[in-house]
């Protein structure tokens, strides 16, 4: 079965950090762009990072660069989303979501994580 | 980047047919054939409605279909349904990001 699960969401203060998981299954993980996508409550969808499928290069949305980075362990075929420097409008589900075809970077998002709340709270 | 722009709420009877606009810019829609539409239920996960402007993945039924002029793109629901109630998602590749519209809660009257 094809999917994404995410983990490691919680709550945290702000200026800490925090590391999601995102494990894949029932598909070559080394073949597939993953992109990191978050939901603040109550609001829309908003695109977060992306590494390409053969880890050449990183993306992020302007307001997490230095902050945020994308290691991903091939060997258990996970991604993950190190998050440091947390501020309060970093508050959202995070969902891990893959690109539609292999070998295609900025593709549509066919296979999506159930999403993991990451409250950021003194 | 800007957020697409979406109507904030759209409703419709059931068996009738909707139409959301998203409208971009010369730098994401207008430029790139990656325009894509997702449907998110309550406490769900988005789920794949179109891409590429007007492609079905496998399994999305043929009731939803997509076009796109310059820079909007529109997402067409025919034969409204009741379970189509949600809200909908666009969005578009921007140059080495991913840019999405604020959405647009769909009400099936």
Redesign the interface.
Known sequence: QVQLVESGGGVVQPGRSLRLSCAASGFTFSSYTIHWVRQAPGKGLEWVAVILYDGSDEYYTESVKGRFTIPRDRSRNTLYLQMNSLRVEDTAVYYCARALRVWRDWDAFDIWGQGTMVTVSS | ?S?LTQPASVSGSPGQSITISCTGTSSDVGSYN?L?W?Q?HPGK????MI??GSKR?SGVSNRFSGSKSGNTASLTISGLQAEDEADY?C?S?AG????????TKLTVL
């Open positions: 980047q957020a990656l894509s997702y998110q996960a988005p789920k794949l891409y590429e993945p998602y969005s590749y080495s990001s991913v840019v999405f519209g604020g959405g």
